[in-house]
Structures are given as structure tokens and as C-alpha cells.
């Protein structure tokens, strides 16, 4: 750490995946979640699949948060739809008149955290203080439910607003669609000083065409807007068209095909639309604070369909406490496929920035097109914010073995698709959520139902 700078932490703060895990194939454009449509899900192994993860980042000594599931099925929303009378008369209703809209509003896609916000630390920011924008997720039905109890979740997590500043999402419009920190990377030479942000979009929401076969999510307004309100310098910021190539492989956000940490960037050849362009804006950004390290991916080592199969790029790129170089947290799936298993033993062998690839399991996520870094959102955190961060929030060993102990209690072993027409699969997640709210310290009104709205 540069002795100028202040001490600051990246820390992790994954999604708890909730009692309504399922594959419901709601995700246009993200092969996984297609391919895996009607499966049976295991939401209980799901949640300690994603709590395992968790605690293996918390033992190597990073910093680690969790944020809550959201309350599905989503009750609000079924009542603005025009249904009525009880919980379960609601879902019955539904599901016999529409059972896919009854599948989106129990999506437990929350569990995504890459997708919850847009962070900028507090050195980046014009006014020094931790800036964050929920994203509106506009583009998707399900997720675009999720924006109003991401803010509640992060207000929850960081109550002093001298400190955090946490905004409404972005209007809920195409023009200004939204999907958080899997289009977002953050470059630096320490957490605690200056850094180069890359905002990656996929159109311009005022442009006629996009060019694209499945939807390309981000526009450019909604990047420039948020780096407008989190007073970044516009110096140290760059935006980067994704490529339509990758979008229509099935890499519906950037975070599938490219990922950063520290001074580097880790990229598939085909990642951005103009590399060259791209790779020459960091380095004008990144000018007088470090020197980039781009580590690019040629599609002769590992073709864009086995990088989307295989998910290497959706891996969390850290600096572990004692390691020189980088760690590649990767999934499974990474080092079971050929390609993509033979370069990361020869990138791990080499002398680059990313000295090592750690591979955990995350197979019920990943069946829904989420690995690793898919779960987890990284906030730079000061010395400060740390310690005004809810404690409840923060993993330690005896939350872990209590968040074990609910998720064994509550979740059921299986659920299929047409399970989510069960009323009693509601009372049993709103039960859960109850009890979950005194676990994380998060008031006996964290939830809509709890405030009598569900």
C-alpha cells in the first residue's frame, strides 16, 4: 500500500441466495439460464454453496459482507397487477391465469450482487464520500423488481450518510437501463488511493439501432449519468463499448467476458468493440497514477463459446492477504473444461499478474448463468466505513454456522419450476425472511411484508 494513501479494504458483499431459488429460464440472452430451463433446483444447497464461498474469502482474510435475499414471490407487485384477497388466494389466481408472471415475481435472481449497484470509493468521489447507485435492471421483468430494496439492503448495511451516499436508481427506462457492477471495473494502484473507473455498455439508448440479436442491457447514458452524480473525475473515467460479438455468444454483461482487480485487466480478445481504443484510454486515464497490466485472452487459447461455457471470466480477481500476485476465484466448471483449464495452468505458471486460480463450486448458480463474481459486489471500504458497516452484516464465524443453521431450517431440498404455484412455498419464504431480519439486524420492517404491503 502506497504510504500516501489511506488504508482501505475491497470488500465482498455476496448475495444470499433465497428459499425460491429456481430455473425458471427468464434470462433472454444468457445461454445457461435457457439451456437449464425446468430443471429441478436445489435451493438448499444453493444458499450453502454461496455461504461456503463466502467463508473461504472471510478465512483468507478478506473482508466479506452479505446482503439478504429479497422477499418473493413478490405480493406488491401481484396487487399492483390487479390481484386480490389473501397471500394465497393471490398466488392461485396468478398461476392459474399466468403462471410465467408468477415466475418472475419469484425470481431469486437477487442473489446476483454484481447486479444490485454501481460503487465508486470515496477516493474517486468529488465530495470523499462512498457513492452508490442502485441499479434499475429495466431490461429483465424480474430483476427490474429488485431496486427499491437494494437501496433499504445497502442502507441497512452503511447508516451514515456523512459517509455512504446511497441514490434512487436511475428512471425505469429503456434509455436509462441500469445493470450495476457487472458492466463496471475499477482499476487502481492501491484501494486507498485514485483510481481509473471503466463503465461498459452495450447501446446508446438514443441511438435507433443496437445491432444485437439478444438484448444489449447497459446504455451509455445510464453509465455516464451515474459517473456524473458519484462526481467522478472525468479524466479517470473511460466507457467502453462491448462488442455485439460477445453479446449475441451469450455475454449479457461485461462481467462474463472481462474482469479487473488492482492494475489489472483480464479480457477475452473479443471483449470491447474497439480493444485498441479501449486499452488506449485506461492508459491515458490511468496516467501518473500506475501502469495498466492488460491481460487479454486470444480466442486461438479459448474460443468465446468455451469462455461463456466455462465462465472464467466470471471469476473474482483479488489480492488475497500474503500473495505477491493476484488470485483467479474461479468455478468449477473453469477447470473442467479443457480450454480454459490449460490456460489458466499455464497463466498461473507464468510470471503475470495472476500468480494463482482457486476453483470453488457454485453449480446451482452457475445453471442460472451466475459464477462467482456474479454473487459478490465490491465495496472499497476506509478505515472509517468499515467500522460504521452493520456487524451483522459482515461474516464472521458465528454467523456463518448461524446462517447455515437457518438456511437448513427454512429451504426446502428441491424445487421445480411449477413448485412456485404452491402457496405454501410463500409462507415458508416469508417465514424465513422474518426470522433471517433478526439474524442480520435488519428491523422487523426490512421487508414489504412486514410493513403489511406483501
Not at 435451493?43 to 482474510?61: N, T
Not at 485514485?194 to 441511438?207: H, K, P, Q, S
Not at 451509455?220 to 458519484?230: E, P, V
Not at 437457518?406 to 421445480?416: D, G, M, N, Q, T
Request: net charge negative; aromatic share 6%.
Amino acid at each position: 500500500m502506497n504510504p500516501a494513501n489511506p488504508p482501505a479494504y475491497e470488500a465482498n458483499y455476496d448475495g444470499l441466495i433465497g428459499p425460491t431459488h429456481n430455473y425458471g429460464g427468464l434470462s433472454e440472452g444468457n445461454l445457461a439460464s435457457a439451456n437449464n430451463a425446468g430443471l429441478i433446483a436445489r435451493p438448499r444447497d444453493a444458499a450453502l454453496q454461496g455461504l461456503a464461498k463466502m467463508k473461504l474469502m472471510a478465512d483468507f482474510g478478506l473482508v466479506q459482507g452479505v446482503l439478504p435475499p429479497q422477499a418473493r414471490p413478490d405480493l406488491t407487485q401481484l396487487r399492483l397487477m390487479g390481484f386480490g384477497g389473501s397471500g394465497p388466494n393471490i398466488i392461485k389466481t396468478a398461476w392459474a391465469e399466468n403462471p410465467k408472471l408468477v415466475r418472475n415475481m419469484s425470481s431469486a435472481s437477487s442473489m446476483w450482487a454484481a447486479n444490485a449497484a454501481t460503487i465508486s470509493p470515496s477516493a474517486d468521489c468529488a465530495d470523499g464520500r462512498l457513492h452508490m447507485t442502485p441499479a434499475n435492471l429495466s431490461s429483465m421483468l424480474h430483476r427490474s423488481l429488485e431496486s427499491e430494496q437494494t437501496g433499504r439492503a445497502l442502507r441497512a448495511a452503511f447508516t451514515d450518510e456523512s459517509q455512504v451516499a446511497v441514490h434512487g436508481a436511475l428512471p425505469m427506462q429503456s434509455t436509462y437501463s441500469d445493470e450495476g457492477a457487472a458492466n463496471h471495473v475499477r482499476l487502481c494502484a492501491d484501494h486507498g488511493g485514485a483510481g481509473v473507473e471503466i463503465f461498459v455498455y452495450g447501446r446508446d439508448g438514443l441511438a435507433a439501432e443496437t445491432h444485437t440479436n439478444f438484448p444489449a442491457r447497459q446504455t451509455i447514458q445510464a453509465s455516464q449519468i451515474i459517473a456524473k452524480r458519484h462526481g467522478l473525475d472525468g479524466t479517470r473515467t473511460v466507457f467502453a463499448k462491448q462488442s455485439a460479438q460477445v453479446i449475441d455468444a451469450g455475454a449479457f454483461h461485461n462481467d462474463v467476458v472481462c474482469v479487473g482487480a488492482r492494475q489489472c485487466l483480464f479480457y477475452h480478445e473479443h471483449a470491447f468493440e474497439n480493444p485498441d481504443e479501449v486499452l488506449g484510454a485506461v492508459r491515458r486515464a490511468a496516467q501518473g497514477l500506475f501502469e495498466p497490466q492488460f491481460v487479454a485472452v486470444s480466442d486461438s487459447d479459448v474460443p468465446i463459446r468455451e469462455a461463456i461455457k466455462s465462465y472464467m471470466f466470471n471469476s473474482m480477481l483479488v489480492q488475497l492477504p500474503g500473495r505477491e500476485r493476484l488470485s483467479l476465484i474461479a468455478p468449477t466448471e473453469t477447470q473442467e473444461n479443457a480450454y480454459t483449464k490449460a490456460y489458466c495452468q499455464s497463466m498461473a505458471s507464468g510470471n503475470g499478474p495472476i500468480g494463482e486460480v482457486i476453483y470453488v463450486d457454485v453449480r446451482q448458480s452457475m445453471r442460472n448463468g451466475g459464477g462467482p463474481a456474479c454473487l459478490r459486489l465490491r465495496i472499497v471500504l476506509t478505515e472509517a466505513q468499515k467500522r460504521g458497516a452493520n456487524p451483522k452484516m459482515l461474516l464472521s464465524a458465528g454467523l456463518y454456522d448461524e446462517l447455515c443453521q437457518w438456511v437448513s431450517r427454512h429451504y426446502r431440498e428441491e424445487l421445480a419450476p411449477d413448485d412456485l404455484g404452491d402457496p405454501a412455498l410463500m409462507d415458508e419464504s416469508y417465514k424465513a425472511l422474518d426470522a433471517l431480519t433478526q439474524i442480520m439486524g435488519l428491523g422487523s420492517d426490512f421487508y414489504p411484508f412486514q410493513r403489511g404491503l406483501g
